[in-house]
Nanobody, 114 residues
Framework: QVQLVESGGGLVQPGGSLRLSCAAS????????MGWYRQAPGKQRELVAV???????NYADSVKGRFTISRDNAKNTVYLQMNSLKPEDTAVYLC????????WGQGTQVTVSS
């Protein structure tokens, strides 16, 4: 059973930064893609950022220039560096992995509030 464990969420003031981590129990270099999604109360889950096997990244328009996805294959970990956070970034952030199957983490809460 593949496990994805997110960490790094918390409460931060507007304009602040957080770095999320997603530790996988699988060799992530073998995966087609890994990404971060988020889900706010009453809203649909949305893609935040994705990194595919070749290292190409893609971001939601709402986070471009503020968030950066990266990975460390040696640690089987994917990161999401979030800068210039806004209240509208408040959500549960979930890690996603896609290989032959798709896997999800349990999520980590990010709250942006003064």
């Amino acid at each position: 059973q593949v496990q994805l464990v997110e960490s790094g969420g918390g409460l931060v003031q507007p304009g602040g930064s957080l770095r999320l981590s997603c530790a996988a129990s699988i060799y992530i270099a073998s995966l087609n893609a890994m990404g971060w999604y988020r889900q706010a109360p009453g809203k649909q889950r949305e893609l935040v950022a994705v990194i595919i096997r070749g290292g190409i990244t893609n971001y939601a328009d709402s986070v471009k220039g503020r968030f950066t996805i990266s990975r460390d294959n040696a640690k089987n970990t994917v990161y999401l560096q979030m800068n210039s956070l806004k209240p509208e970034d408040t959500a549960v952030y979930l890690c996603n992995a896609r290989g032959i199957r798709e896997y999800w983490g349990q999520g980590t809460q990010v709250t942006v509030s003064s």
